[in-house]
């Protein structure tokens, strides 16, 4: 008798000292569900005490990243526990203790831009194209598109992909800042993989501190984020003393 049990929509897959979270309905082009945060959020829940885990990347299965909300279930409306779910799950993502990267291919249109937005930062493949059209549905955001997209390309460049509701390719997406990479798509998942371990392979008490630190004086004054360094410093990390021992042994 066939296994009647339905695919995860989000997979994790856990490689050397980070992990992979898959957006997975790739034949609906990993369109984002209630269903699929309900499972994201799952994830994330988990994650946040993990200490085997020092980097996450999020990407999606088959074609693309994400193709954005589902629009069906937009159009017969969602239950979702309340108003500010999503924006909520994306903000837990937005704070686990070790840094997450959006690894973008293909689509990454509207809802999936403002969850890419929630990662870290975004990497891309030389085929990834960004949009944000809300505008062209006669919708408005509620998942942080407001909010992170200016801080992340700046007020004018966000009103101008909000108002026009213009695609843009891979280059764009670098140009404005909105990418930090773009990758040839034959080499994006090793390129990734091999940036993942990069990052895992530093301090995980250094990455929580450091993205504590971003967030709390992310926009503000100068002075004042400098005040907030130097009195909030979290110190030095339980692996520090190993660390410059295996530096120091390996020089001598």
């Known amino acids: 008798m066939p296994d009647a049990t339905p695919a995860p929509l989000v997979l994790r897959e856990d490689m050397h000292g980070w992990c992979r979270l898959t957006l997975n309905r790739p034949d609906k082009l990993n369109a984002l569900t209630v269903g699929v945060f309900r499972e994201l959020r799952a994830h994330v829940a988990a994650l946040r005490d993990d200490d085997t885990i ?7 299965a088959g074609r693309c990243f994400s193709a954005g909300h589902d ?25 686990l203790p070790m840094p997450v990267i959006a690894a973008v291919h293909g ?6 831009l403002e969850v890419a937005l929630a990662c870290d930062f975004i990497v891309a493949a030389d085929n990834a194209r960004f949009g944000d059209t809300h505008a062209k549905w006669a919708l408005t955001p509620i998942w942080g598109m407001s909010q992170r997209l200016p801080r992340r390309v700046g007020v004018a460049t966000a009103k ?18 909105l990418a930090e990479s773009v990758i040839p798509l034959d080499r994006f998942d ?7 371990g990069r990052i895992a392979a530093n301090s995980r008490f250094s990455h929580a501190a ?12 100068l ?9 909030e410093n979290e110190g030095v990390g339980p692996d520090m003393r190993a660390r410059i021992a295996a ?3 390996k020089k001598a």
């Open 223 to 231: 002075d004042a984020g400098l005040q907030w360094e130097v009195m």
């Open 210 to 221: 450091n993205k504590r630190l971003l967030d709390a004086t992310d926009g503000g004054a």
């Open 160 to 177: 101008r992909l909000m108002f026009t509701a213009d695609m843009i390719d891979a280059a764009e997406a670098l140009r404005i800042g």
């Open 54 to 60: 020092a980097c996450v990347v999020l990407r999606g």
């Open 71 to 95: 629009l069906a279930d937009i159009a017969t409306g969602e239950e979702v526990p309340s108003r500010g779910w999503h924006s909520e799950t994306l903000r837990l993502m937005e704070k």
């Open 107 to 112: 689509h990454c249109y509207t809802g999936a």
């Open 247 to 249: 530096f120091t042994d």
């Open 190 to 196: 090793a390129e990734v993989a091999a940036l993942a």
